[in-house]
């Protein structure tokens, strides 16, 4: 079975700096590397709800160069920080983001995430359709 990196012009500087690429194509689906919530530039947004749409749109680019969109994820975990205090409005964006039928999801809650400031690192698995 081969692999093939997904990397985009976006996300170019990070995954070079830590040797991992975003995303992997390997046996019909896309592997996506945990993706937390910071901007373009690298910073961390203070605000949960723009790190959990930053996540997501982070996700939705490298299964673009897959030409895939987030309907094709079938599986994903959530890693929080103080997953209680922003459990909501996390679930919110999820359900505005990913459209029906919704993936297998696990959530765990954890101390803290390698991005300092980071509420959720968001790790997903994508079917790859013809």
Not at 68 to 97: I, N, P, W
């Amino acid at each position: 079975m081969g692999k093939t990196p997904l990397i985009p012009h976006t996300l170019l500087g990070t995954p070079g700096q830590l040797s991992i690429s975003p995303g992997v194509i390997s046996g019909g689906h896309v592997f996506l590397t945990g993706m937390t919530g910071s901007a373009a530039d690298g910073s961390m947004p203070y605000d949960p709800e723009l790190q959990f749409r930053n996540a997501f749109s982070k996700i939705a680019e490298v299964l673009k160069e897959a030409n895939q969109g987030l309907e094709s994820v079938v599986e994903m975990t959530t890693y929080h920080v103080e997953m209680r205090k922003h459990f909501d409005l996390f679930d919110r964006v999820r359900l505005e983001v990913l459209p029906a039928p919704y993936p297998a999801w696990t959530a765990v809650e954890v101390a803290g995430l390698r991005r300092e400031g980071a509420l959720v690192e968001i790790r997903a698995i994508a079917h790859l359709s013809e």
